[in-house]
């Protein structure tokens, strides 16, 4: 295993209907083949909400409006260590499209399951699983 940890910021998209944004890593990829929620590394010196918010405008066209930290998720593979910095974006604007060409999909949170995800996404899909759902009424002070 690699000494040096991979910091990938993530996030969990949530749209006005409780669905969850998803997206298909390459075959080229590590782990290439396997649904994740999307996002990307964090490079060195880069806080990990503008990690977020560029890794999100670059594979989805998607413009980050409000995330609120969810987790984080170390997992260690027999190639590579990975701290997965976990984000709960409820609100972004931008058409939605893969400009790496990767597929992706609006999924209800009960179907999540149906998709295979990299083994470090395991505790993601939980929590994802676990959040309440949203209602009409505001939280907000």
């Known amino acids: 295993m690699s000494e040096h940890q991979i910091h990938v910021a993530v996030g969990v998209i949530e749209n006005a209907d409780g669905h969850i944004l998803i997206s ?4 080229s990829q590590h782990q ?4 994740e929620f999307p996002g990307g590394k964090v490079e060195a010196d880069e806080n990990v909400v503008v990690a977020l918010v560029r890794e999100l405008q670059e594979e989805l066209n ?3 409006g409000h995330a609120t930290p ?13 701290l997965l910095d976990v984000w709960h974006v409820t609100e972004f604007s931008g058409k939605i499209q893969g400009n790496e060409g990767q597929p992706w999909r609006w999924v209800a949170r009960p179907d999540l399951i149906n998709y295979s995800f990299p083994p470090a996404n395991g505790p993601i899909l939980e929590a994802v699983l676990n959040l309440p759902f949203k209602t009409t009424e505001s939280t907000s002070a």
């Open 70 to 82: 969810m987790l984080k998720v170390t997992h260690n593979y027999p190639d590579k260590s990975v």
């Open 32 to 35: 290439g083949g396997f649904w």
């Open 62 to 64: 998607l413009h980050v």
């Open 24 to 27: 298909q890593r390459a075959q």
